[in-house]
């Protein structure tokens, strides 16, 4: 079974890079931390987003060094 992530805009995937080239193993923390604060501002919809982000950084690094994706 293959996870899938859903994003939103191709911005989100830009904010995923910016914080990976940033922040590198810790950007996944990052990405939740702004969700948790959107989440604590009330703000669902940028919750929802941080929250997807946050996913596809955790997959673009749970692959790293096993096999070449095409």
């Given at each position: 079974?293959?996870?899938?992530?859903y994003?939103?805009?191709?911005?989100?995937?830009?904010?995923a890079?910016?914080?990976?080239?940033?922040?590198?193993?810790?950007?996944?923390?990052?990405?939740?931390?702004?969700a948790r604060s959107?989440?604590?501002?009330?703000?669902?919809?940028?919750?929802?987003?941080?929250?997807?982000i946050?996913?596809?950084?955790?997959?673009?690094?749970?692959?790293?060094?096993?096999?070449?994706?095409?």
């Amino acid at each position: 079974m293959q996870d899938h992530v859903y994003l939103a805009d191709r911005a989100a995937a830009a904010d995923a890079d910016e914080l990976i080239k940033l922040l590198g193993a810790h950007a996944a923390s990052e990405a939740a931390a702004r969700a948790r604060s959107s989440r604590s501002l009330g703000n669902v919809v940028h919750y929802c987003r941080w929250r997807q982000i946050e996913r596809l950084i955790e997959r673009l690094g749970a692959g790293r060094g096993e096999a070449t994706l095409h």
